[in-house]
């Protein structure tokens, strides 16, 4: 719902929705109606696509049924906003994101990972009084997944990756020395460093699970924090950095509306490194996960 309200405000006509169920897609779709969008209900992707021919999907399912998704929407000429990670679930999620970016490529097909946090840099830096490209030396973030253990790795890092990305921008971008701390299964720390071009950023994330939103979001280059807060009413998104404070805009509704004036121009796709190589790095993080955690909570 959160994607189609975006969507929708940014001048878009959402015409169609997909689930896996009569139920699901009815109650999806009375949802929306609430929010003044009319939109069919189909009961597959590729059902979807063949009868409504839109020129955008969002794929706003599980990651491990993004795959399915991702090669119709390639197959019948359609840009994609994706949610994180990409692809997961099988163990070849780096191979498999390279395939699906691929195929987008040469299709001349827009496909983005809605990772939304690098919108929220230029205040940031306003707040800290930082010039554009100025690249950190180190990089500190606090997330708050919802759920817990190994798959916190999926659900948090590509954040993380994003974010990199944008302060390093660079072909060739590589994670070096990965280490993972599982201190509970709520409270997982994540060290290594980043590269790209020449660039390194130490990179320290601290996940710490939370059921209830808002939940606590923070982070730091070089060292100087700045804390999301959500005032209400009215869901006012705000930085604090001690007794300062600037104004933030809902950094998902300005990645829509990049992404639509992406798909709207002219101008040919560029590779999103959250889909590739982030996915990959993602997945190397993953395989660091201590093999004694992953023992002690499914004894053999």
Known sequence: PYMARFFARAGAD????????PATVAEARADLAGAGISAEGHLS???LLEQVAPDVLVVASPAEAHDEALVAAAEAGCHVL???PLVWGTGDEAA????HVDAFMSRGLHLRVAAQWPFTLEAYRALHHLAPTSVPRSFAMHLSPSRTGRVMIPDAMPHVISMLAALAPGAGAMLEAPRIEVRTPEDVHVWFTYRAETHAIDTEVTLCHAKRQPRRAAYALDGAWVERKVEQ??????FEAG???EPLADPLDALVRDFIARVSSSAPPEPDPVAYPGTAHVAALAAAWPQAEETRKHPA
């Open 96 to 99: 498999r994101a390279k395939r």
């Open 243 to 245: 007794e300062q404070r």
């Open 45 to 47: 992707v590729p059902a």
């Open 233 to 238: 009413p009215g869901y006012q998104l705000v």
């Open 14 to 21: 959402v015409v169609a929705i997909a689930g896996t169920s």
């Open 82 to 84: 994706c949610e994180k």
